[in-house]
């Protein structure tokens, strides 16, 4: 059982800035790839970014590429999205993802959501 509480989303301006962190219970997090997710109002969740359960390979959606950059730090249970020059198209709810095969978002373990509001 793994428990996921994401935080540091907020409201920023367009072009600024918002680094999202995703805590994790258990002393096993090292062998979960792990994911961000997002949700915008009337739409379906849609992939953001993926990191390997060792930090070696990461993916990410063509529509952050060369603004948002996943990372990990196995020694303190948490996965981070560092997000770039933020456009008001990235307005949603992010959502953290644990799991023991691949990300694909269908299974897994969830957080609850942060949610991001990017104002232009």
């Known amino acids: 059982q793994v428990q996921l509480v994401e935080s540091g989303g907020g409201l920023v301006q367009a072009g600024g800035s918002l680094r999202l962190s995703c805590a994790a219970s258990g002393r096993t997090f090292s062998v979960y790839a792990m994911g961000w997710f997002r949700q915008a109002p009337g739409k379906t969740r849609e992939f953001v970014a993926a990191?390997?359960?060792?930090?070696?390979?990461?993916n990410v959606a063509n529509s952050v590429k060369g603004r948002f950059t996943i990372s990990r730090d196995n020694g303190k249970n948490t996965v981070y999205l560092q997000m770039n020059s933020l456009k008001p198209e990235d307005t949603a709810v992010y959502y953290c993802?644990?799991?023991?095969?691949?990300?694909?978002?269908?299974?897994?373990?969830w957080g609850q959501g942060t949610q991001v509001t990017v104002s232009s």
């Open positions: 993802n644990a799991d023991s095969r691949l990300i694909t978002g269908s299974g897994g373990y």
């Open positions: 990191i390997s359960s060792n930090g070696l390979s990461t």
